[in-house]
């Protein structure tokens, strides 16, 4: 009796194949520059925001090392193109090395950005319980860029994805930073509020939320700040897990989809930066981190801050997945807001 082959089913190609849109619209996109180095140096947070990507919270113990920070300083030494070093996590504040970071950094030269979730200067540490009044001190001193999440300037929905009370405390965090001159025309320092919308939803035009934002904080609250970065929320790890949960997960794809921007593609963030986890592995962005997409050479080989080759990230070719048309859906979406 002659055993029956049974020829498993190529798999079928998704609608939301990203590589397809591009094909489609004759688009090719390599890095153009490595002008950043975006490091995730803690997963640990002093919140949990239904929207992170990152699924940081007061649990998470991922950090990067003491020889990771000495490696990415060293990087930054060796390689004058990259201008910028971008600090992010989790709360990267909350990483015990942080200080002595953007301290380093800033006596290289670079400019310094800390993705700031401003309550982080009332909670402090979530388990130590170390205070980080000093903050706002802190960044200006180094001329700091900060860069803060503000889901809305209303408490009920900022508090709806950030947490009860989040609001109240950015409100008094971003007094403080204003204290010091943050936001003030013609002080230098640099703060910019971020914008992810409550939900499955594109955001609004930048320019206008961001009028928006200025009119309501300033008569509000008598607050002030530079820009506003809109972004839209991608669709992965606890955003997604919320999308599927309720239903809407295919929908928000297809409103992606629907909304691809080849003048945004064209802006996409990881064609002049290049992303470092706590591990030290390299990724195209701080998304295909969350989803360990390496970063690889030419040839196929994960990348490594531990074996940092600048010509080998710079000819790298880019890794793209669904998630990705969250960065190319109307406006754009970008570390930076819209990208067109």
């Known amino acids: 009796m002659s055993a029956v082959i049974r020829l498993k089913a190529a798999p ?3 609608k939301f194949d990203f590589e397809q849109q591009l094909r489609r619209h004759g688009m090719d996109l390599p890095p153009l520059a490595v002008d950043t180095l975006q490091v995730n140096i803690t997963k640990l947070c002093n919140q949990v925001c239904r929207h992170c ?7 998470r113990t991922e950090m990067l090392s003491p020889e990771g920070v000495a490696k990415c300083l060293e990087i930054l030494e060796r390689h004058p193109r990259i201008r910028t070093l ?4 989790g709360a990267p504040e909350l990483h015990p090395q942080f200080d002595a970071f953007v301290e380093r950094a800033v006596a290289l030269g670079k400019h310094v950005m ?3 979730n401003l309550t982080v200067q009332l909670d402090g540490h979530p388990v130590t319980k170390q205070g980080k009044q000093y903050l706002p001190q802190f960044f200006a001193r180094h001329r700091v860029e900060v860069v803060s999440s503000l889901p809305y300037y209303q408490a009920y929905f900022t508090d709806a ?12 965090a971003l007094k403080r930073l204003n204290a010091e001159g943050y936001g003030i025309e013609g002080s230098g320092l640099v703060l910019n509020l971020v914008y992810n919308p409550v939900g499955p939803y594109l955001p609004a035009a930048q320019a206008e939320l961001e009028a928006a934002y200025k009119r309501e904080l300033k008569n509000k609250f ?4 530079n820009s506003l970065y809109t972004i839209t929320n991608m669709p992965i790890n606890r955003f997604r897990l919320h999308l599927e949960k309720s239903g809407q997960h295919e929908a928000y794809m297809d409103k992606l989809l629907a909304a691809f921007n080849p003048a945004a593609a064209e802006g996409v963030m990881c064609r002049s930066l290049v992303s470092v986890g ?3 592995r390299l990724y195209d962005c701080d998304f295909n981190q969350m989803l360990a997409m390496d970063a690889v050479d030419a040839r196929g080989k994960a990348l490594s801050i531990f074996d940092f080759d600048f010509d080998k990230v710079l000819g790298r070719p880019i890794r793209f997945g669904e998630h990705c048309l969250g960065c190319t859906a109307g406006a754009g979406s970008s570390c930076g807001g819209a990208t067109a």
């Not at 994805?161 to 008094?172: D, E, P």
């Open 222 to 225: 008598g607050l002030v700040f």
């Open 86 to 89: 971008d600090l992010t996590g």
């Open 53 to 59: 990507h990152v699924d940081a919270s007061p649990s």
């Open 12 to 14: 079928r190609p998704s």
């Open 278 to 280: 706590h591990d030290g």
């Open 114 to 116: 800390v993705r700031h």
């Open 161 to 172: 994805q950030r947490g009860s009370g989040v609001f109240a405390k950015s409100m008094q």
